[in-house]
T-cell receptor, first 113, second 110 residues
């Protein structure tokens, strides 16, 4: 039973570029949430997808967008990268309610230079 | 005031001791509460949910005080493997997802 898988594990981009991160949820889960975790900080909620729609969104600019596919996998896109976007991006899957326990992937470490 | 606040520590505790830490939340309408554990360079993992009546899971006890708007985590007979960052998580409903605190860093010393 595969858990949450994310790709790539590491990524280096330059300012102004665009990036796409991918996530496959745990088997049986239909909801995907994305979090940004800067060094020494707790994860910050970006958004949550359910039934291929954005159900909830945190306080992130429109440069951050996402998508959920019919197989429940998800993508996080970030446009016009800034140095401050450097962080660990965590995908978490869950099922049912919006406050259901989250199962996290190992994350994608994004470095913007 | 931040939505979820935790003492970042580190808490240095000898093996076998009991340790407790709190987390305060600002929104009285918050509905659900959790403790997650995050090891260094790893993803967060659910430790336990926190119920109004308080709940226990082995050496771990979680409590919720709605009047004072805080939750607590107590670890008894601490083990070296308990060394980690403990994240307080609050859900207030509506358009918000789960809100994480910055975490409390716990170091169990032999």
């Amino acid at each position: 039973d595969a858990g949450v898988t994310q790709s790539p594990t590491h990524l280096i981009k330059t300012r102004g570029q665009q990036v796409t991160l991918r996530c496959s949820p745990k088997s049986g889960h239909d909801t995907v949430s994305w979090y940004q975790q800067a060094l020494g900080q707790g994860p910050q909620f970006i958004f949550q997808y359910y039934e291929e729609e954005e159900r909830q969104r945190g306080n992130f600019p429109d440069r951050f967008s996402g998508h959920q596919f019919p197989n429940y996998s998800s993508e996080l896109n970030v446009n016009a990268l800034l140095l401050g976007d450097s962080a660990l991006y965590l995908c978490a899957s869950s099922s049912g309610r919006a406050d259901s326990p989250l199962h996290f992937g190992n994350g994608t470490r994004l470095t913007v230079t | 005031r931040k939505e979820v606040e935790q003492d970042p520590g580190p808490f240095n505790v000898p093996e076998g001791a009991t340790v407790a830490f709190n987390c305060t939340y600002s929104n009285s309408a918050s509905q659900s509460f959790f403790w997650y554990r995050q090891d260094c360079r790893k993803e967060p993992k659910l430790l336990m949910s926190v119920y109004s009546s308080g709940n226990e899971d082995g050496r771990f006890t979680a409590q919720l005080n709605r009047a004072s708007q805080y939750i607590s985590l107590l670890i008894r007979d601490s083990k070296l493997s308990d060394s980690a960052t403990y994240l307080c998580v609050v859900f207030r409903g509506g358009a918000d997802g789960l809100t994480f605190g910055k975490g409390t860093h716990l170091i169990i010393q032999p």
